[in-house]
């Protein structure tokens, strides 16, 4: 068995399972994305919120993997919104990236205190897919409003929506909605990485420690988290689970050959607690959407 491809909504291909790098520190990063595409992940997931695309950029080249194997995908951070802006920041993602086309482009949240220029983000990813300088694009954080609101008032259905996904938040009616347009889902802090980043507060219940994923993944022999990710990919979703250290990365990638059963799937999706653990894409955060992105 090998790790599952996905066919997104405009017949562009990816690996279900790809390597994340939120909070990757930028001294890091190229290690990581070195490591990992040594390992064999083809999908790296980066944005330009993140302040590590160059590193990414600089991780693939060290690879020596050929750029064409590997899907790259970004996103566009808020300061950014508006129709020129978004093409102007696609320019300097693949400026820092050192590649002149990326695989997937995103929106990386609704704006509520800024929709319009939300909009004019989306048609700006429009012309960059009509002009073929990216391949595919797509949304992060989009609630079923947003999701309607974007679709009836541009013309390419996202390919991709990306949102936290983990045993204990499911947003099942985001699912839903994705799937009723052919959206694919992709799962972030797919292990719940939210539930236990280091310093984000010891009131959190991390997923990792949960006595049903334990108990599941005793008895096949791995780990909390390969659980999970085998979790994603049997339910069909892209994952993209963050680590800088080489085990991890590894550990991540090995999980091609075992199965869950049905049970076990829906034994874990009844781990929902319907709590977001991010912020919530309803509420405006100016202080965070105006930092500015610097110029490549
Ligand atoms: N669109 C958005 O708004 C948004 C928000 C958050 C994240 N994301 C994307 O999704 C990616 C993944 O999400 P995430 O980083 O939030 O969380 P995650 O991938 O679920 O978890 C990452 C955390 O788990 C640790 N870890 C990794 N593998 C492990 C393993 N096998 N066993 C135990 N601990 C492990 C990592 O530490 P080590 O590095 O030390 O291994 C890190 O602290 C991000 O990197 C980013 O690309 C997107």
Redesign the pocket.
């Known amino acids: 068995m090998s790790i599952p491809t996905l066919t997104l909504n405009n017949g562009v291909t990816l690996p279900a399972l ?7 520190p930028p001294e890091e990063t190229a290690a ?1 994305v070195d490591t990992a595409l040594r390992v064999g992940y083809r999908h790296i ?3 330009a919120m ?1 302040r590590n695309e160059r590193e990414v950029g600089e991780g693939l080249r060290r690879s020596g993997v050929p750029r064409e194997e590997v899907f790259v995908e970004t ?1 566009v951070w808020v300061s950014d919104y508006g129709y020129d802006e978004t093409r102007h920041a696609f320019e300097k993602a693949v400026a820092k990236l050192g590649i002149d086309r990326l695989d997937l482009l ?1 929106l ?2 609704p704006a509520p205190d800024r929709f319009e220029r939300t909009i004019a983000a989306y048609r700006g990813l429009e012309s960059l897919l009509a002009e073929g300088r990216v391949r595919a694009i797509g949304v ?2 989009f609630m079923p409003p947003h999701l309607h609101e974007l679709m009836a008032r541009t013309e390419v259905v996202p390919a991709v929506n ?3 996904l ?1 045993p204990y938040f499911t947003q099942p009616e985001v699912q839903r909605a994705d799937a009723e347009h052919g959206i694919l889902d ?13 310093g984000w507060g010891e009131e959190r219940r991390s997923v ?1 420690d949960d006595p049903t994923l334990r108990e599941m993944a005793a008895q096949h022999r791995r ?4 659980v ?1 990710l085998r979790w994603h990919l049997q339910r069909g979703r892209s ?7 080489p ?3 590894a ?2 990638f090995d999980v091609a050959d075992f199965e869950l059963t049905a049970d076990e799937l829906d034994r874990i999706d009844a781990l929902d607690t319907g709590v977001r653990n ?2 919530d894409p309803d509420v405006a955060r100016p202080e965070r959407f105006d930092i500015a992105i610097p110029e490549a």
């Open positions: 790809g390597l994340g790098v939120f909070q990757s990581a997931d980066t944005a993140y996103k995103i990386h949240q992060s954080n990306q949102i936290e983990h992709q799962a972030w802090s797919p292990i719940g990485g939210i539930t236990f980043y280091p990792m780990s909390a988290a390969q999970m994952a993209i689970p963050k680590s800088t250290d085990g991890r990365i550990e991540n991010g912020p």
